[in-house]
Structure formats: C-alpha cells, structure tokens
Nanobody, 123 residues
Framework: QAQLVESGGGLVQPGGSLRLSCVAS????????MAWFRQAPGKPLESVSF????????SYADSVKGRFLITRDNDLSTLSLRKNSLTRDDTAVYYC????????????????RGQGTQVTVSS
C-alpha cells in the first residue's frame, strides 16, 4: 500500500526558513513524479511545486518561485521542500503527493497524498 509521510512543519517567524520532508513507501518511488500542495484555512488545495521522477524539470507556483526549492533522493525514497523567506501567506498544511498523470497543477492528477504537515508563519 502506497504511503507518504510528511515531516518538518512548525512555527517560524516571517523571513525564516523551513525544510519539509516526505518519506515514501509501498511503491517504486523513482518511477513517479511528485509534488507538494498546500491548503490554507478556508482556501482550496493549491499546487506549490512539482518534480519529475528523475529529479529534473522542477516547477513552482508563481507565489513561491525563487523562495522554495524542491528536491528528491530516489535512493532514500524522499521528497523535500526547502522554503526560504517565508511570509504569513505561506501558512498552510503542506501535502506530499504522488503523480498519476494529467495536468500537474490539478489535485486530481495525484492518487496518493500524505497526512500533511502544518506550517505556521507568525511573529
């Protein structure tokens, strides 16, 4: 059974940094593109970043471009998201997602999602 487990969330001050991790199990991680989504209170799920199965072609939402960095380690079946220059607008639950096909920004293009990790940006 495919499973994704996120970690690394927490409370951080504006301007601070955080690194999220996601450990995959139950499927061949290196065969699948992966992505990070987030959901802020009262808002729909939002695509944050995407990376292909080989670790290339990263893409980012305009709101995080230049501040976030997505990487993966296929040997460790781990997906990461390095987040810098955080703002209050980055406050959300962040989810790691396994890509099944389709438009990369569409949540329906993913068939497995982790339980999420809360990131709160506040002074």
């Amino acid at each position: 059974q495919a499973q994704l487990v996120e970690s690394g969330g927490g409370l951080v001050q504006p301007g601070g940094s955080l690194r999220l991790s996601c450990v995959a199990s139950g499927f061949i991680f290196s065969n699948y593109a992966m992505a990070w989504f987030r959901q802020a209170p009262g808002k729909p799920l939002e695509s944050v970043s995407f990376i292909n199965a080989y670790g290339g072609s990263p893409s980012y939402a305009d709101s995080v471009k230049g501040r976030f960095l997505i990487t993966r380690d296929n040997d460790l079946s781990t997906l990461s998201l390095r987040k810098n220059s955080l703002t209050r607008d980055d406050t959300a639950v962040y989810y790691c997602c396994k890509f099944k096909g389709g438009p990369i920004r569409n949540p329906l293009s993913y068939d497995v999602r982790g339980q999420g990790t809360q990131v709160t940006v506040s002074s």
